[in-house]
């Protein structure tokens, strides 16, 4: 039987992001895919942006159906939204029995909506993200996990800086994306003690609508075969790279990632050093 992994996450009617990004890189990178929806994320033509959340009673059936069922090797979080959810959310990882944990700590759409309310912060902080094997914030995102303001990252320095913040919460590993950097895309990746920069080409696009998802989406795969989290990260960062560099754009706002890039053309070479 293949590798099975489990997407904990929002439906994005675009089809970019969410789980329809988590599912998609599954199947590119060879792994059986389930997801639980936690809410749908859905544009009506009055309303604009709206986030519909699921009961918490749905979504334990649904991770309860692949647990007992199906079998799970590897599993991530994406949008959680409320913070009944994450304690849901947080209690089922607890339980799960699954080693391997993707704690993508989604906040904001590129469409611009909301997915993690305000309030719903502490909760991530305390209860899921001590449980990952590796949370993965963009800029953005990290800048929030450690009380400053959006705009707090700017250069590599600060991403060292937050990765060893964000290790402090008590997640194995931290990769902080420096999507937003000038200059090529470097991530940074930390245990506690280890630290590796992931350098990629910077592809110039606004057309990365479901980035991170399929970033995350595609460690926990590499996670599901057993593979170590600095290679997971490294193949993951090849196949987003990838992904970036062929997308396309919709009718309207920023065009997903393509997911079939990286099986299809995968060129793009990854350089990880150890920087301490
Ligand atoms: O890209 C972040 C994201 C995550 N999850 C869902 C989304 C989005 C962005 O649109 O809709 C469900």
């Known amino acids: 039987m293949r590798p099975r992994a489990l997407s904990i996450a929002g ?12 599912l998609k890189t599954f199947q590119e990178l060879d792994v059986y895919g389930v997801a639980s929806i936690t809410a749908f994320v859905a544009r009506h033509p009055e309303t604009k942006q709206g986030v519909y959340p699921q009961t918490t009673e749905a979504i ?12 799970c090797d590897a599993l991530k979080t994406g949008m959680l939204f409320t913070e009944e959810i994450i304690q849901t959310v947080a ?4 339980t799960s029995g699954v080693q391997s944990i ?7 759409g590129k469409m611009g909506s909301k997915l993690l309310k305000d309030e719903a912060m502490d909760a991530l902080q305390t209860l899921l993200i001590p449980q990952a094997t590796v949370v993965t914030p963009n800029m953005y995102e990290a800048a929030h996990l450690i009380g400053k303001s959006f705009d707090a990252l700017q250069t590599r320095d600060d991403l060292i ?6 290790h402090e919460l008590g997640p194995k590993y931290v990769l902080v994306k420096g999507g937003k950097l000038e200059g090529p895309a470097i991530d940074i990746l930390f245990d506690g003690d280890n630290m590796y920069e992931l350098k990629a080409p910077r592809i110039d696009t606004i057309h990365t609508n479901g980035a991170g998802c399929t970033y995350s ?6 996670l599901a075969k057993g593979a170590s989290i600095v290679d ?8 987003i790279t990838a992904a970036i560099r062929k997308a396309e754009p919709f009718k309207q706002g920023p065009g997903p990632t393509y997911h079939a890039a990286f099986k299809k053309y995968g060129e ?3 350089i990880v050093t150890k920087i301490r």
């Open 268 to 270: 793009d070479e990854v």
């Open 161 to 166: 800086d937050a990765a060893e913040q964000i």
């Open 102 to 108: 993707v704690v993508d700590p989604v906040m904001i």
């Open 11 to 22: 439906s994005a009617a675009r089809g970019g992001a969410g789980i329809q990004a988590d």
């Open 91 to 94: 209690h089922l990882v607890k």
């Open 217 to 222: 989406a595609a460690i926990t795969a590499e």
């Open 60 to 71: 334990e059936a649904q991770v309860y159906t692949m647990l007992e069922d199906i079998g």
């Open 232 to 239: 997971a990260v490294t193949t993951a960062k090849r196949f």
